[in-house]
């Protein structure tokens, strides 16, 4: 059975017909080479906007710095030749959110049709996202924080929305709250975007409170997009951890979501802060999904990416490049050979899998380039295997003599491993994608004889 190699980012990239070429706009100016556009703060740089261009999603490469707008968790729509850009200023003070609009991406002006007055109702404010639908209707998404929880110190926050009939006109009615199930209490983060004819809300459920770095987000979808959203069980993505400020977009079957690592924990995506994954867009709910780093100059927090086919768009996002030239886009990134020692844990970063006991991991999301360790003395039983990630290889080691690690990959079948710590224990991917394989198990247990 061949097991496949961790996916590298030239094959996410060769999967892309505008990813061959550095040129956007090709020398017989008749052929236009449509592209990633991103805005984001940076880690060097948390009060400008920071705009970045891509060919293959995951190579971001930095051509201007926007002086006028300044600001945190920019989140940007292009709508009839205009580019709009919302923001908070701060939390605790000023607008409750700002719209700007350009055509130039050079020239900025404050749209002054924000209708909601921050005061008891709406006393701190975090990361607005605009959604414009393709009618015009516009769409202001942010998390209203109304407390602090006493025994965690975790902020609560509850997500509202501002709606208007037409962007242009920004006739934005008052803000009301989005109803989501009791669990899902506490999110944020939440951005809504179009996908396959639903509309889906990707957020973050603040609840996960195990500590900062265990917070998983959560994808709703509905027919409405500010109203009645339900959770979209099991869906991978919803088992990433240590991701924030999602970024939803639809190319042509395929759709992209950008991620910012808050954490600032690079086990699962060395040496980068933010990452990509991409599915086709049919498998939106299900996946599978692949993934890799994002390689950028600069650790790139919380923003937006669209996708730029408009030729017109094209050139004025070209006119505003040192030199009026792109970079070259085409380039991909080579995924990191090391496979670095993580502590297998129930949760990743999570300290509840101890020495000397027995622990089940009802589910467990593997990263790429991971060796996972079992704790000394250790029992360990992994009952599903998810793959927000899109590994194709999962590595496993004892830690030692007397640790013991059982997989269960099917209902009926499961490995189980012990005594030796030296051993490097691998499952890879079959050729379908469907099924994990492991070819030298040291004892293969049939569950309908022997349960769990």
């Not at 709508?79 to 607008?95: E, I, L, M, Q, R």
């Not at 701190?124 to 924080?145: C, E, K, N, R, T």
């Not at 208007?164 to 199930?181: H, R, Y």
């Not at 959770?231 to 924030?244: A, D, K, S």
């Given at each position: 059975?061949?097991?496949?190699?961790?996916?590298?980012?030239?094959t996410?990239?060769?999967?892309?017909?505008?990813?061959?070429?550095?040129?956007?706009?090709?020398?017989?100016a008749?052929?236009?080479?449509?592209?990633?556009?991103?805005?984001?703060?940076?880690a060097?740089?948390?009060?400008?906007?920071?705009?970045?261009?891509?060919?293959?999603?995951?190579?971001m490469k930095?051509?201007?710095?926007?002086?006028?707008i300044?600001?945190?968790?920019?989140?940007?729509?292009?709508?009839?030749?205009?580019?709009?850009?919302?923001?908070?200023?701060a939390?605790d003070?000023?607008?409750?959110?700002?719209?700007?609009?350009?055509?130039?991406?050079?020239?900025?002006?404050?749209?002054?049709?924000?209708?909601?007055?921050?005061?008891?109702k709406?006393?701190?404010?975090?990361?607005p996202?605009?959604?414009?639908?393709?009618?015009?209707?516009?769409?202001?998404?942010?998390?209203?924080?109304?407390?602090?929880?006493?025994?965690?110190?975790?902020r609560?926050?509850?997500?509202?929305?501002?709606?208007?009939?037409?962007?242009?006109?920004?006739?934005f009615?008052?803000?009301?709250?989005?109803?989501?199930?009791?669990?899902?209490?506490?999110?944020?983060?939440?951005?809504?975007?179009?996908?396959?004819?639903?509309?889906?809300?990707?957020?973050?459920?603040?609840?996960?409170?195990?500590?900062?770095?265990?917070?998983?987000?959560?994808?709703?979808?509905?027919?409405?997009?500010?109203?009645?959203?339900?959770?979209?069980?099991?869906?991978?993505?919803?088992?990433?951890?240590?991701?924030?400020?999602?970024?939803?977009?639809?190319?042509?079957?395929?759709?992209?979501?950008?991620?910012?690592?808050?954490?600032?924990?690079?086990?699962?995506?060395?040496?980068?802060?933010?990452?990509v994954w991409?599915?086709?867009?049919?498998?939106?709910?299900?996946?599978?999904?692949?993934?890799?780093?994002?390689?950028?100059?600069?650790r790139?927090?919380?923003?937006?990416?669209?996708w730029v086919?408009?030729?017109?768009e094209?050139?004025?996002?070209?006119?505003?490049?040192p030199?009026?030239?792109?970079?070259?886009?085409?380039?991909?990134v080579a995924?990191?050979?090391?496979?670095?020692?993580?502590?297998?844990?129930k949760?990743?970063?999570?300290?509840?899998?101890?020495?000397?006991?027995?622990?089940?991991?009802e589910?467990?999301?593997?990263?790429?380039?991971?060796?996972?360790?079992?704790?000394?003395?250790?029992?360990v039983?992994?009952?599903?295997?998810?793959?927000?990630?899109?590994?194709?290889?999962?590595?496993?080691?004892?830690?030692?003599?007397?640790?013991?690690?059982t997989?269960?990959?099917?209902?009926?079948?499961?490995?189980?491993?012990?005594?030796?710590?030296?051993?490097?224990?691998?499952?890879?991917?079959?050729?379908?994608?469907?099924?994990?394989?492991?070819?030298?198990?040291?004892?293969?247990?049939?569950?309908?004889?022997?349960?769990?």
């Amino acid at each position: 059975m061949n097991i496949k190699k961790f996916l590298s980012v030239s094959t996410l990239a060769a999967s892309l017909t505008f990813a061959n070429t550095g040129a956007v706009f090709a020398e017989d100016a008749q052929a236009f080479n449509p592209f990633f556009f991103g805005v984001f703060f940076t880690a060097d740089n948390d009060k400008n906007m920071e705009c970045y261009v891509s060919g293959d999603s995951a190579g971001m490469k930095n051509i201007f710095r926007s002086d006028q707008i300044v600001c945190r968790d920019p989140s940007l729509q292009y709508y009839n030749k205009n580019f709009y850009v919302c923001h908070v200023t701060a939390p605790d003070s000023g607008p409750t959110f700002v719209i700007e609009k350009s055509a130039d991406l050079k020239n900025w002006t404050h749209q002054d049709y924000n209708v909601i007055t921050r005061d008891e109702k709406f006393p701190s404010i975090w990361a607005p996202d605009l959604f414009v639908d393709s009618d015009g209707s516009a769409y202001v998404y942010f998390a209203v924080q109304y407390g602090i929880d006493e025994k965690t110190g975790i902020r609560k926050f509850q997500i509202h929305v501002s709606k208007a009939g037409n962007i242009e006109k920004g006739d934005f009615s008052e803000a009301v709250k989005i109803d989501l199930p009791k669990n899902f209490d506490n999110c944020i983060d939440a951005q809504v975007r179009k996908v396959n004819g639903k509309y889906y809300m990707l957020l973050k459920n603040e609840n996960q409170i195990t500590n900062n770095e265990n917070k998983t987000p959560m994808l709703f979808k509905s027919d409405s997009p500010d109203k009645n959203f339900v959770p979209v069980e099991n869906c991978p993505l919803n088992y990433i951890r240590g991701y924030e400020g999602f970024s939803i977009c639809e190319v042509g079957g395929q759709t992209y979501v950008f991620a910012d690592n808050y954490t600032g924990r690079y086990d699962f995506f060395p040496t980068s802060g933010s990452a990509v994954w991409k599915v086709k867009t049919s498998d939106f709910e299900t996946g599978p999904y692949t993934s890799s780093y994002i390689e950028s100059t600069k650790r790139l927090r919380h923003g937006s990416v669209i996708w730029v086919n408009d030729p017109e768009e094209g050139k004025v996002i070209e006119s505003l490049i040192p030199g009026g030239k792109f970079p070259d886009i085409s380039e991909t990134v080579a995924v990191p050979k090391i496979e670095k020692e993580l502590r297998l844990n129930k949760a990743d970063y999570d300290d509840d899998v101890e020495e000397g006991k027995a622990t089940i991991v009802e589910n467990f999301a593997p990263a790429p380039d991971v060796i996972y360790k079992v704790p000394a003395k250790a029992n360990v039983t992994i009952k599903n295997i998810v793959n927000p990630y899109g590994v194709n290889l999962i590595s496993f080691k004892l830690g030692d003599d007397k640790s013991k690690l059982t997989v269960i990959l099917s209902e009926k079948i499961k490995y189980k491993f012990s005594g030796n710590k030296n051993k490097i224990h691998r499952f890879g991917l079959s050729d379908d994608g469907k099924k994990w394989v492991y070819s030298e198990a040291e004892e293969k247990i049939d569950l309908e004889t022997e349960g769990l």
